[in-house]
C-alpha cells in the first residue's frame, strides 16, 4: 500500500522563527496532499489542499500567509509556519492516496510542534 | 459540509471484553475509514469500508451506506487497542477526509 513519509516528528523552536515540515509519498505520484492539524484531545482538522504545481488551498480560517506549502513535485509537500507562535503548537499530519487505488488515504507520522 | 458523529466518546473496557463503535455520517460518502491513533499520534488504517463487512483479526467494520452509518467492532479486547478511533468520510474523490470526534478507549487489564 501507499506510504507516506513525514519529517521531523517532533520540532521546537522559538518564538518568531520559521518550521518546516515535509511530506513524502514514496513509490508513488501524489498530484494532491492533504495537510491536517490536531490540538490536543481533539480531532483533526482540516487546514489545507497542496496541489503539485499550483497554489495551495486553504480552509476557512487558516492563514494562508502564515501557513506556506509548497507542492513542487509529485512526491513532496512541504508546510512552513511562518513566524511560529506558541498558539502554533500543535501535532501537524499529512496524507496523500494513490489515484484510483481502492484504498483510501494514508497518513505521514505526523509532527508535533512545541513552539517556546 | 458534511457531518460525522462518532459514539461513544469514551469508553472503558476490561481486557477480554468486546465492544462496538458507531459512526454515522449525514450525507452519501465516497469512502469511509477507520483509524486508531497509537499514543504517539500516529493513525494506522484499520478499514477502507465504503460498504459491505471486512474482517481483519480481531476487528471487524460495517458500514451500510444507503442507512448513512458504520460501526467498528473490536473482540477479545487488549491493552494495546488502547487509544482513538477516528471514523473518516470522503464525500467525493479526491476530496480531504472529513474526521469525526473519535472515540477513546481505554482497556484496562
Known amino acids: 500500500g501507499a506510504v507516506v513519509s513525514q519529517h521531523p516528528s517532533w520540532v521546537i523552536c522559538k518564538s518568531g522563527t520559521s518550521v518546516k515540515i515535509e511530506c513524502r509519498s514514496l513509490?508513488?505520484?501524489?498530484?494532491?496532499m492533504f495537510w491536517y492539524r490536531q490540538f490536543p484531545k481533539q480531532s483533526l482538522m482540516l487546514m489545507a489542499t497542496s496541489n503539485e504545481g499550483s497554489k495551495a488551498t486553504y480552509e476557512q480560517g487558516v492563514e494562508k500567509d502564515k501557513f506556506l506549502i509548497n507542492h513542487a513535485s509529485l512526491t513532496l509537500s512541504t508546510l512552513t509556519v511562518t513566524s511560529a507562535h506558541p498558539e502554533d503548537s500543535s501535532f501537524y499530519i499529512c496524507?496523500?492516496?494513490?489515484?484510483?487505488?481502492?484504498?483510501?488515504?494514508?497518513f505521514g507520522s505526523g509532527t508535533r510542534l512545541t513552539v517556546v | 459540509g458534511i457531518q460525522v458523529e462518532q459514539s461513544p466518546p469514551d469508553l472503558i473496557l476490561q481486557e477480554g471484553a468486546n465492544s462496538t463503535l458507531r459512526c454515522n455520517f449525514s450525507?452519501?460518502?465516497?469512502?469511509l475509514q477507520w483509524f486508531h491513533q497509537n499514543p504517539w499520534g500516529q493513525l494506522i488504517n484499520l478499514f477502507y469500508i465504503p460498504s459491505g463487512t471486512k474482517q481483519n483479526g480481531r476487528l471487524s467494520a460495517t458500514t451500510v451506506a444507503t442507512e448513512r452509518y458504520s460501526l467498528l467492532y473490536i473482540s477479545s479486547s487488549q491493552t494495546t487497542d488502547s487509544g482513538v478511533y477516528f471514523c473518516a468520510v470522503e464525500l467525493n474523490s479526491g476530496y480531504a477526509l472529513n474526521f469525526g470526534k473519535g472515540t477513546s478507549l481505554l482497556v484496562t487489564p
Open positions: 496524507s496523500a492516496s494513490i489515484e484510483g487505488a481502492k484504498e483510501g488515504y494514508t
Open positions: 450525507d452519501s460518502v465516497n469512502n
Open positions: 513509490d508513488f505520484q501524489a498530484t494532491t
